[in-house]
């Protein structure tokens, strides 16, 4: 029994000493569920400038934790969504956008798959649909066995 | 015609081919500010070397401007400094330091030691110019012509090539522009 205590304490120092000593996390306190919510999509949805693979959720970066504490004040500063993607899309162009807004430039990101997907469609049906061959148009005529039959005989 | 679609898939190949090899040769942080053709973000901070001096965005007006945002934690921003001590030299451009996100007492000794460039540092300790610039990182360079309006802005550090190649060109314009008034 006085084991298992002295084992227990140890393992509860060990706990301790190693969450006192865990790398520094950003806390945020939000006001509602729903915010935090909001913020968790949004540092998803935006792209990290420097680190271009990353979004803001994802990367350590400097930069990145500065947008996710900006993106925090402007949470609470009560700002709709829409009015923060502005917010950084005026600073950081549409690139911190992992969803790009649909204009003129994407387009062709935004249709092109679906216009593959439809050509591709479209010449399986038309491969598929094209009528076999008649057996009888591959026949030969009157004409042509005649000739033949020559070309035979000759030899 | 018939043969040509037979050599379709060979050519949307090699098409490809192109396409993706070019994109290896891209500088994937070599990205357009949304700021360009937009005036310069409005604020008031102090300078880097008079914590008494506030400057504000109507301080850079009236000259062609370059920004450059440096820190001395930027170990880049250290290679390209003698190129922008020979840049403040040219008597057409205003050269503006933008110390983002650094220690007061570090760049200024930084300045002392290695030879200050700039007309004055604007100390940006938080980063909220440098965020509402769009600045990602150290060394990052605007242009800003005489109207006030972002013309350019260059991530990464400036030399004697990048300034020929990226700048020159630009400035020159910029001069025309200023001197036929517009």
């Known amino acids: 029994m006085r084991l298992i205590s002295i084992f227990l304490l140890a393992v509860a120092i060990i706990v301790g000493v190693n969450q006192a000593s865990a790398s520094p996390v950003e806390t945020f306190e939000f006001r509602d569920e729903v915010t935090k919510i909001r913020f968790q999509a949004l540092s998803k949805e935006l792209r990290c400038p420097k680190c271009q693979n990353q979004n803001l959720a994802d990367s350590n970066s400097p930069i990145a934790q500065d947008l996710r504490k900006e993106l925090y004040e402007l949470l609470q500063q009560g700002k709709a969504d829409s009015e923060i993607v502005d917010f950084m899309v005026n600073r950081y162009g549409e690139f911190v956008l992992y969803r790009p807004r649909v204009s003129g430039l994407t387009y062709i990101l935004w249709f092109g798959p679906a216009v593959l997907i439809l050509l591709g469609i479209i010449v399986v049906i038309v491969v598929v649909r094209r009528k076999p061959v008649d057996k009888k148009t591959l026949a030969l005529s009157v004409e042509q066995q005649d000739k033949l039959k020559k070309l035979l005989n000759d030899k | ?182």
Request: with cysteine; proline share 6%; charged share 25%.
């Open chain 2, 1 to 182: 015609m018939g043969k040509l679609i037979r050599f379709l898939p060979l050519i949307l190949v090699i098409a490809l081919g192109v396409v993706l090899y070019r994109g290896l040769s891209l500088n994937p942080q070599d990205m357009p500010s949304a700021l360009v053709g937009k005036p310069m973000p409005e604020f008031s901070l102090q300078t880097l070397n008079n914590n008494e001096r506030i400057v504000t965005q109507a301080d850079l007006l009236g000259d062609i401007v370059l920004v450059n945002v440096w820190a001395t934690w930027c170990p880049t921003c250290k290679y390209e400094h003698p190129y922008l001590v020979d840049i403040a030299k040219n008597p057409q451009v205003k050269l503006y330091g933008l110390n983002y996100k650094d220690e007061r007492d570090g760049a200024q000794k930084w300045l002392k030691y290695y030879e200050d460039p700039y007309v004055f540092s604007i100390f940006d300790e938080e980063g909220t110019l440098g965020l509402n610039l769009g600045v990602y990182g150290a060394p990052e360079t605007f242009v800003i012509d005489h109207h006030g309006i972002i013309r350019k802005r260059f991530a990464g550090a400036i030399d004697t090539r990048v300034w020929r190649r990226e700048f020159e060109p630009l400035i020159a314009q910029l001069i025309e522009e200023k001197k036929q008034g517009k």
